[in-house]
């Protein structure tokens, strides 16, 4: 299992409506919390070992309504 968090900025007013879809229509994304900064939101998303990180994000991220742009960060441990 692969752990990665994605960074996302949205059209102006949109970052409810994007989140709302990502948490209903990826099952992958586990979590979307609403952020201050750059970037409006943060994803958790959790994928099988073999899928590309890249095509995930590229194809079922960034698709998504209301997205500008993403960054995303790759895990390698946990801790806890």
């Known amino acids: 299992m692969q752990t ?24 992958q994304v586990s979590e979307v919390h609403s952020i201050s900064g750059s970037y409006d939101l943060l994803m958790k998303c959790y994928l099988d070992d073999a899928t590309d990180i ?17 960054y995303t960060y790759i895990t390698f441990k946990a801790f806890s």
Do not use: M, N, W
């Open 54 to 70: 890249g095509h995930f994000v590229t194809s079922r991220i960034q698709t998504l309504p209301g997205i500008k742009d993403t």
């Open 4 to 27: 990665i968090f994605i960074l996302v900025k949205c059209e102006l007013g949109k970052a409810y409506e994007v989140a709302d879809q990502a948490v209903q229509s990826v099952e």
